[in-house]
Every structure is written in C-alpha cells, then in structure tokens.
C-alpha cells in the first residue's frame, strides 16, 4: 500500500536516447510534483499539477514533457537525453488545501552515459 | 525575494548532543514553513511545520524556533541519535501557491 511510487527506481540510458519515468500515488491528493534533486543534494521543482492541470512549470528544458493521465498519476516523458540530466528524479504529491505537505516518492536515479 | 537561505551546510555532533539548523527568508508573504527529512536513497518527509504567528513548536525532540521579526527559523534537534543522521530541508510557501521553496539542505550526522 505505496502512498507514492515511482518506476524505475533505477534507469541507466546512453546520451540521446528517450525514457520515461512514471509515478502513482494513492493518497487522494488532486496535486502533483516533479522535482529534480542533483548530486549536492539541491531539490528543484520541475512541474506541478493540479487536477491534470499543468500549474508550475519551472524553466526546464523542453526534452522534458510531464503527462498527467488522471489525479492518481503524472509521468515524466524525457527526449534526447544528455549527460546533465544524470539526477535523482522525485515525484511528490499533496493536497491543493495543504502544499506544504507534500508526499515524495522513492525516487528514481536516472544515469546517462 | 524568492529565496530560502539555509545553513550549515553539513553538521556533525556528538550523540546526545542539540544540533541546530538555521535558515532565513526575504518574502514576508510567506505563512507556512516545514521541515523536511531525507534519509539516504529515499525520498524527503515532512518533519514539522509551523506558521509564522507561532514562536515555537515541538514534536517528540525536535523542535522549531520562529523569529518573525528577524524573518529567521531554525530546527533543534534535542537528545540527537545516529538514527538522527539524514539531510535536513526548509521550506516555505505562500497561501495557496503549491510551491514550495526550498533551502539547500543540511548534511547531519551524528557521531555514536
């Protein structure tokens, strides 16, 4: 019974290729997050979604693409792939009442070679 | 405006002993200020929170000091385990702007 869970937790890839992440949460939460969290431990929002609606959208290259197919579930679609996109890759949820709160997923380290 | 200063950087403390984690803010505007706890190879967790028309707040041995004025606050961590050891984060937001923003993190470890 994850709250937020994430697939892959691990995702070895050669520059220029395309991979995905996705998440789920079962929490009920109409709110979603995509943070980035580098090797020095920085934690960087990506995206937000609220109720499939794209409401942050941080200045992130467009070979990112977040989908949201419902409120359960915001994937990461990633294209062309390059070597500074090796990262731990987090996605949270909360509820739109509480941002503050926010629930993170096990994380999934995206490694490019 | 936007930012969230934090320190230290990285911490270490004997067991028992009281670690601090101190971080401060420009925007005024901001009402909520969590702290968050990541243990290595996991995601962060909410810790504490508190608003800023509280002084302090504490849950089980750790507690939060609150300085409106100096538009400062810090995380005491009392009677502090190994198990302790983790990365520390603050945060603050807005009403009910959905981002966070957050502090650069704080490496703590506690010596046995």
């Known amino acids: 019974d994850t709250a937020v869970s994430q697939t892959p937790k691990y995702l070895v890839t050669q520059m220029g290729n395309d991979k995905s992440i996705k998440c789920e949460q079962n929490?009920?939460?109409?709110?979603m997050y995509w943070y980035k969290q580098d090797s020095k431990k920085f934690l960087k929002i990506m995206f937000s979604?609220?109720?499939?609606?794209?409401?942050i959208n941080e200045t992130v290259p467009n070979r990112f693409s977040p989908k949201s197919p419902d409120k359960a579930h915001l994937n990461l679609h990633i294209n062309s792939l390059e070597l500074g996109d090796s990262a731990v890759y987090f996605c949270?949820?909360?509820?739109?009442?509480?941002?503050?709160?926010?629930?993170f997923g096990p994380g999934t380290r995206l490694t490019v070679t | 405006q936007q930012q969230v200063k934090q320190s230290p950087q990285s911490l270490i403390v004997q067991k028992g002993g009281i670690p601090i984690i101190n971080c401060a803010y420009e925007?005024?505007?901001?009402?909520?200020f969590p702290w968050y706890q990541q243990f290595p190879g996991k995601g962060p967790a909410l810790l504490i929170a508190?608003?800023?028309d509280v002084s302090e707040k504490k849950e089980g041995r750790f507690t939060i000091s609150f300085n409106k004025s100096a538009k400062q606050f810090s995380l005491h961590i009392m009677d502090s385990q190994p198990g302790d050891s983790a990365t520390y984060f603050c945060?603050?937001?807005?009403?009910?702007?959905?981002?966070?923003?957050w502090g650069a993190g704080t490496k703590l470890i506690i010596k046995p």
């Open positions: 945060a603050a937001s807005r009403g009910s702007n959905y981002q966070l923003i």
């Open positions: 925007n005024t505007a901001f009402d909520y």
């Open positions: 508190i608003r800023p």
């Open positions: 929490l009920g939460h109409d709110t």
């Open positions: 979604y609220n109720n499939k609606e794209l409401i």
């Open positions: 949270a949820s909360s509820h739109s009442s509480s941002g503050y709160e926010q629930y």
